[in-house]
């Protein structure tokens, strides 16, 4: 004879659908954090192609405004923050922006010989975004597959100058 007041056959079945409840909110909880971690993706990409887009400005100034018979790319990024070759130090960079992704002041460089002529992200997660992608990438970013892929570039504009080119 079972003892309390629990009827016959209904011992335990509290307690299994306590655990079904606790299973569900934790699938509930996963799925949320897949969702909240792509959503954090998204913003680090978005800001990724702002400072991108504002790097690549910041060469084409650096090259548009060079004096003649001076080298028209930068060798360093400190040299779009501080511009010595004018008697007025300029200044195309307020700072050398961190990468969003990486969270380090740290960026890939495009070299032609010394020159800096394009920058990229040192991520190897996978691009979100696909479309309406700014100007300063190049034509391959819609089918990169990590984000180191996409590069940053001037605009071409005013490239047309022998020392420009590069």
Do not use: C
Request: aromatic share 8%; glycine share 8%; no cysteine.
């Amino acid at each position: 004879m079972p003892t309390g007041s629990s009827p016959r056959g209904q011992h335990g079945y509290t307690y299994l659908l306590v655990l079904f409840v606790v299973a569900g909110l934790g699938l509930l909880a996963a799925q949320a954090g897949v969702v909240w971690q792509a959503v954090a993706q998204r913003e680090r990409e978005a800001e990724l192609l702002a400072v991108g887009s504002e790097m690549a400005r910041a060469l084409a100034r650096y090259r548009d405004e060079t004096p003649a018979g001076l080298t028209a790319w930068p060798t360093k990024l400190e040299q779009l923050v501080e511009d010595q070759r004018f008697p007025a130090p300029r200044r195309h960079l307020r700072r050398i922006y961190r990468d969003p992704l990486t969270g380090r002041a740290e960026w890939g460089l495009v070299r032609a010989g010394e020159a800096i002529v394009g920058i990229h992200s040192l991520s190897t997660l996978a691009p979100i975004r696909r479309n309406d992608l700014p100007p300063e990438l190049d034509g391959a970013a819609k089918s990169a597959t990590k984000y180191s892929e996409w590069v940053f570039r001037p605009g071409l504009q005013e490239a047309s100058r022998t020392d420009a080119a590069p």
